[in-house]
């Protein structure tokens, strides 16, 4: 690491870490005072638009005029690890992340995850595990609360995108929650991995755009066919969404698998 990277990296993550304290005490102290955590909404919010300012992030959305009311689940490319923020900065809704459990042990960022109601995720595989997830998810869609969900399961490694899980999408058919496709485009060249510094000393552009609400498939057929059926039908909307943002789509897909080994139910 060079000089001019670690000096980069200090000025970043040092402003980065007063923030994360002060808004996650607004967050902690007057959340519980508030109706339904609302405090802890506003300090979210507040956090990562101050935090893509500083960073040097100008945010660009579209499409939020397709959001729909009530329950729904927000599935979104995953780019960078700065798409949090980004995405934090400009959707609407009291949406709940679907958050590593890791990062509920930092102090202050995983203290306001807890306290706000955001779901933790296991990395590990297994049947058990996968359940338990899909549980949380449909969990917080009955709830009447939005979910966010990045459905590659982790960063593309090369900005192009991932093929898509089904762990969001059944609980998205269980609780009968309209998929919202996202894309955001602008930040894969900011801290990919490995990395300590986001972004160049210019300013970047970032860019969101939301598409139209995808129903849950009609009943009539199995569970996992209609959990196929909407995965694939999100992604190919995302898939969409960044072409016309100009983003990299990679080669054209394959076909998609008509059905997948069903997961278990909860």
């Known amino acids: 690491m060079d000089l ?26 007057l959340g519980p005072l508030t109706r339904d955590h609302a405090a802890s909404l506003w300090a979210m919010r507040a956090w990562c638009r101050s935090s893509c300012r500083s960073l040097g992030l100008d945010v660009e959305v579209s499409g939020l ?3 729909p009311p009530g329950a729904f689940l927000y599935a979104s490319n995953h780019q960078s690890i700065v ?10 809704g009291d949406y709940k992340w679907a958050a590593k ?3 509920l042990s930092v102090p202050f960022v995983g203290w306001h995850l807890k306290l706000a109601g955001h779901v933790p995720v296991e990395r590990s595989s297994g049947k058990r ?43 998205a058919v269980r609780a009968a929650a309209p998929v919202v496709p996202v894309a955001i485009e602008g930040t894969y060249s900011l801290m990919r991995r490995g990395s300590i510094a986001a972004g160049t ?15 849950v498939p009609v009943e009539g057929r199995r569970e996992v066919e209609r959990v196929v059926a909407l995965r694939d039908g999100a992604r190919s909307a995302v898939l969409g ?23 278990p139910r909860v």
């Open 4 to 29: 001019a990277t670690a000096y980069r990296a200090a000025r970043q993550w040092v402003p980065f870490s007063v923030r994360t304290v002060g808004y996650g005490m607004v967050s902690l102290t």
């Open 65 to 67: 005029e397709h959001v």
């Open 83 to 92: 798409d949090i923020i980004v995405l934090g900065a400009v959707l609407t």
């Open 101 to 103: 459990r890791e990062l």
């Open 129 to 171: 595990a996968a359940a338990e997830v899909i549980g949380r998810f449909e969990d917080t869609l009955r709830r009447g609360k939005p979910l966010l969900i990045f459905p590659e399961g982790t960063r593309t490694p090369d900005g192009c995108l991932q093929p898509f899980k089904n762990g969001g999408f059944y609980a």
């Open 201 to 215: 000393h210019e300013r970047q552009l970032v860019r969101v755009k939301v598409g139209a609400p995808l129903p």
């Open 241 to 263: 969404l960044l072409r016309e943002l100009g983003g990299n789509t990679g080669p054209v897909d394959p076909a998609p698998p008509t059905r997948e080994p069903a997961s």
